[in-house]
C-alpha cells in the first residue's frame, strides 16, 4: 500500500506517468505499468475496500481500475480473459442457437405430456403458444419431436374438424355408458363386471369392447386378490392325525363318531 501512494502521480517517486503525451492545451496523459495495475487491483481484492475508495485514494479513474479488478478477478477463476476471435465468436452464437431450440424442444414435450395425460377421451385440439417463433416453424418442431411428418398432422386435424362418423358417434356413446356405470360402482368395477352392467342394462357389445373402452378412458377397475387359507404354521413340524375310525362313519349307533369341516367364507371383514 505504501509503495503504491509513493507511486502516484505527482510524488516525488512516481514511475507512473511513464511517457506522458504533451499536448498543447490539453492535461498530460498518463500510462501506468502493468505491476501497479496488478498491485492496485489486489488492493480491491484483498482488502474488500470498494473501487471507488481505492481509485480516489491512488488518483487514478475508477472505471480503468474497476476494468482491471474485474480482469483479475477472472484470471482467478479461470475463465478466459481478452477479446473473442472470429472462430470463437461464431462458436458462441451457434452454441446459443442451439441452447435455445433445446430449450423450445423440452418446452414442447412439457405442454404435450400434460395435453394427452389430461385429454385421453376428448377430441384433441392442438394449441400453440406464439413466442416469436412462426407457425411453419412450429409445426416442424412438433413433427421432429412427435416422429409424424406434416402432412399426416395436416390429415389427423382435418378428420378431427369434420363432423364425427357413425362409428365414431358410436364409440363416444359407449364411453358414457362405460364411464357411468364405472363410476356408480365406485372406480371398482373391472371390465367383466362393466360388460355385465351394459347387458343388464340393455346395451350388449363384445366384452373386450367394453376392455378397450376403458382402456382409452384410463379407467381402471380394482381386482382384489385371491384368497388363499394357510393350513399349515409357520415354524411348526407338520404331522398326520391318524385315521381312527378307518373312514367309517357310520357306527351304528348316535354319538359314536364325531366329526368336523372348515368352511371359509369372504365376509369383506379385515383381522388383524
Given at each position: 500500500m505504501d509503495r503504491l501512494l509513493d507511486q502516484r502521480p505527482g510524488t516525488a517517486r512516481s514511475t507512473l506517468q511513464q511517457h506522458p503525451e504533451k499536448t498543447p492545451g490539453r492535461r498530460p496523459r498518463r500510462t501506468f505499468s502493468p505491476e501497479y495495475k496488478h498491485e492496485a487491483a489486489r488492493l480491491v481484492i484483498d482488502t474488500g475496500r470498494t473501487i471507488a475508495e481505492v481509485a480516489r485514494e491512488l488518483g487514478v479513474g475508477s472505471q480503468s481500475l474497476g476494468k482491471r479488478v474485474a480482469a483479475e478477478r477472472a484470471t482467478e477463476a479461470g475463465e478466459p480473459t481478452g477479446e473473442l476471435t472470429l472462430d470463437e465468436r461464431a462458436e458462441l452464437k451457434a452454441l446459443r442457437r442451439q441452447v435455445a431450440e433445446l430449450h423450445k424442444d423440452n418446452e414442447f414435450l412439457g405442454k404435450a405430456a400434460a395435453f394427452f395425460a389430461s385429454l385421453a377421451n376428448d377430441?384433441?385440439?392442438?394449441?400453440?403458444?406464439d413466442r416469436g417463433?412462426?407457425?411453419?416453424?412450429?409445426?416442424t418442431r412438433m413433427a421432429r419431436l412427435l416422429g409424424v411428418s406434416r402432412s399426416g398432422f395436416y390429415a389427423w386435424a382435418k378428420r378431427q374438424a369434420a363432423e364425427?362418423?357413425?362409428?365414431?358417434r358410436a364409440r363416444d356413446e359407449l364411453d358414457v355408458k362405460v364411464r357411468k356405470v364405472f363410476a356408480e360402482s365406485d372406480d371398482v368395477y373391472g371390465a367383466p363386471r362393466v360388460h355385465a352392467q351394459l347387458a343388464r342394462e340393455g346395451t350388449f357389445v363384445d366384452r373386450k369392447t367394453v376392455a378397450t373402452s376403458m382402456l382409452r378412458q384410463g379407467l381402471e377397475g380394482i381386482s382384489p386378490k385371491k384368497f388363499t387359507p394357510v393350513t399349515t404354521i409357520p415354524g411348526v413340524d407338520t404331522y398326520k392325525i391318524p385315521d381312527r375310525v378307518k373312514r367309517g362313519w357310520d357306527q351304528g349307533g348316535l354319538n359314536r363318531v364325531w366329526i368336523s369341516d372348515i368352511t371359509?367364507?369372504?365376509?369383506?371383514?379385515?383381522h388383524g
Amino acid at each position: 500500500m505504501d509503495r503504491l501512494l509513493d507511486q502516484r502521480p505527482g510524488t516525488a517517486r512516481s514511475t507512473l506517468q511513464q511517457h506522458p503525451e504533451k499536448t498543447p492545451g490539453r492535461r498530460p496523459r498518463r500510462t501506468f505499468s502493468p505491476e501497479y495495475k496488478h498491485e492496485a487491483a489486489r488492493l480491491v481484492i484483498d482488502t474488500g475496500r470498494t473501487i471507488a475508495e481505492v481509485a480516489r485514494e491512488l488518483g487514478v479513474g475508477s472505471q480503468s481500475l474497476g476494468k482491471r479488478v474485474a480482469a483479475e478477478r477472472a484470471t482467478e477463476a479461470g475463465e478466459p480473459t481478452g477479446e473473442l476471435t472470429l472462430d470463437e465468436r461464431a462458436e458462441l452464437k451457434a452454441l446459443r442457437r442451439q441452447v435455445a431450440e433445446l430449450h423450445k424442444d423440452n418446452e414442447f414435450l412439457g405442454k404435450a405430456a400434460a395435453f394427452f395425460a389430461s385429454l385421453a377421451n376428448d377430441r384433441r385440439t392442438v394449441r400453440t403458444d406464439d413466442r416469436g417463433e412462426g407457425e411453419l416453424a412450429r409445426l416442424t418442431r412438433m413433427a421432429r419431436l412427435l416422429g409424424v411428418s406434416r402432412s399426416g398432422f395436416y390429415a389427423w386435424a382435418k378428420r378431427q374438424a369434420a363432423e364425427p362418423g357413425t362409428q365414431r358417434r358410436a364409440r363416444d356413446e359407449l364411453d358414457v355408458k362405460v364411464r357411468k356405470v364405472f363410476a356408480e360402482s365406485d372406480d371398482v368395477y373391472g371390465a367383466p363386471r362393466v360388460h355385465a352392467q351394459l347387458a343388464r342394462e340393455g346395451t350388449f357389445v363384445d366384452r373386450k369392447t367394453v376392455a378397450t373402452s376403458m382402456l382409452r378412458q384410463g379407467l381402471e377397475g380394482i381386482s382384489p386378490k385371491k384368497f388363499t387359507p394357510v393350513t399349515t404354521i409357520p415354524g411348526v413340524d407338520t404331522y398326520k392325525i391318524p385315521d381312527r375310525v378307518k373312514r367309517g362313519w357310520d357306527q351304528g349307533g348316535l354319538n359314536r363318531v364325531w366329526i368336523s369341516d372348515i368352511t371359509y367364507l369372504r365376509t369383506g371383514l379385515l383381522h388383524g
